[in-house]
């Protein structure tokens, strides 16, 4: 939703008194307010009214009677100020108005017939006691962009040349070219005849055949960059209510300044124009290349050129968004039905299109008008509550039917004291944990017979949750968190310097890790009462640093780890303890004799040719540190993971989790909890099946 329009010199209260009290709304049963512009002759007709001033009037509506009406979607900042110089009247009251908010109205009014909208700004009463309206109101959003005849998508004035990209995107949509029209078959010919079709005539000059662009045309071409980047990247199209209403208008008008396009010809246009631009731009460079007789300046121009590269804009990505949710069924966004932890979970942890919220309560709020389950989760729009409120009550109807919410809070690396460690801080979540396999073929089952069925989770007190798991053991001793990326240390040494120093800080780091892990795997095995054998060293030792998942070479997919991973343990730990490895293979080949230099080479070889895939699979445990139980139990845990903490797993979860006593709970011992946890030999559900014993944890 839009921020509220700023204060004008009219009392907010007076105005809001007398024009919401006549339209006073009930709860949540289907009733709106509708706002009806009138056109423009109606202020033409009557003389006392100068030509800046609309008049307005404001009604109830249910939208069980389907009425007709346009919903708007637009954006306005609370720092605009009151256009003074402009008047509106809604229901006989002047109503101070952002420009904006003004801008909007003014074009959504027609000449000679009223218009008949839905605009937040006006329909809602955003100064409503507790915000009880605007709960109301949010919470049938879906239903209102649903009943609505068309979406009136308002980018803003024109400005920064904003008209000429909207014609050109209007003239590629006229011509109907698309981007499968010609992606597949492109020659310069074709470039040539879709520019002619998009560009004014005159600026055409040169046969296809020639297979180049006049200068004028290139000219053209380049200046049209500037345009289209500022529209693609208005503020409208990085705002997270946008994304909603956008995926929740089935029909849409985009308008900026004079100019409207369907929403979808917009889409199709502008990702048909970024391919156009970047074509000729490539084509242009590698003529450049690979023609002998072009001079050397021009040579630097052309590789000083950058491509337009809109398809990364906002305005793409957002409505590649959009045209995935309405149009593919198992998209990131949306499931079958639309669950709303699928749609949290999803967005804020695997999107890369970070999206403006003026109210953090809005992370919830906002997609869940797009979910089908609301009403199954007991969830209820309230802008009442506190916003730590709002995430921990959302991630109890989470945890009351699976437990994987646990993987996304952030535990005790939480910053508000407010907020629960097993609740969801969906501004700033944990990282997706490395046990997400996109396979589920030998996907975790830590709870093996424990499943689902025997899942609990209550909450026993506000803010207190009540958790049916088995432990596992406590934690001994801890390593140090694995960190990847770090800086060298002098940034005064030339770059191959510094690419070297990084380089040996790395390996140094990946020594340490790996030394750690087999230690705790040493002190482990040399216990009788150890549940490991020394016999597992060789799949331990390769699975553990990488929490035993890999990536797939064919598909990409994130598995189980294979023999794969065994092999590239091998290779990273002969390319990092050379001599531990050279000793071994002396041993192994008894007699036969290698010169000094010989060594060093072989030595050199292995240290530049390590496994990748291993090296990229460890790389996503950074932040992850080793730990060794009292019990002998050896696996990875989060960098806050610390000694005492708890190791339990959940019955219905698929990994285990680590919880921190709290101290001060009195008879009953409260914890918090700490993170995923990964254990090597009980992923599968060995420890469940032998030992299981029920407990209870109570967490805060």
Known sequence: MGDEEATAKVSPVAWRQHLYLQTRLKEKNGRIRLLTIQPHQYTVSRPEVTSDTIHCFLRLADLKQRPQFTVVSHRWHPTDAVDETKSLFVNGAPVPASKGLFEVLHQLQKETEPA????????INHAD????????QVS???????????????LGAT?????EAMKVLRRLAEEQLTLNAFIANWTPQLGHQLVQKILPSRFVHSSPAENKEPLELQQELDSLRAPLKALM????WTDLWSLVELCLSHKGLVVCGKHALPLDHFYSAARALDHIINHLTYSKWLAAATNPTTQSA???????EEVSNISQSPALRILGRRDEYRRDAD?????????LFTLLSRFYAETQLPLRVSDPRD????????ATDIGELGLNVDYHKEVDAVYAETSAAFLQKHPRVLQLARGTLSASNNLTSWAVDWGNMRSPPPSTLSSSERAFNACGPADSRYYRAELSAPNQISLKAAVVDKVQEVGTPYQIGLEPASEAKGKADADAGKDKDERERQRTYLSEIKQFWEESTASLSSPYFAEQAAVALAKIPVSDVEVNPASGALVRASTLAVEGYKRIYEALFPAESESIEDDARETKQETEEERREGVEKLSVTPSIPYTMAMARMAGRRPFRSNNGYVGLGPQDLADADVIAIPYGSTVPFAFRRVEGGGEDLMYRLVGEVYVFGIMDGEFMKVHRQESVLKIV
């Open 159 to 163: 400005s920064d040349r904003s008209n």
């Open 331 to 339: 998209s990131w966004l949306k499931a079958l039905d639309s669950p």
């Open 233 to 236: 990247e208005r503020d409208y």
């Open 298 to 304: 021009q040579r630097a121009v052309l590789s000083g």
């Open 363 to 370: 992370r919830v709020y906002a997609l869940a008008c797009l």
């Open 129 to 136: 006691e507790d915000e009880r309206e605007k709960s109301v």
């Open 140 to 154: 049938q959003l879906a239903q209102i962009y649903s009943t609505a005849e068309k979406t009136f998508v308002y």
């Open 116 to 123: 008949v909208v839905w605009i937040d700004a006006l329909c």
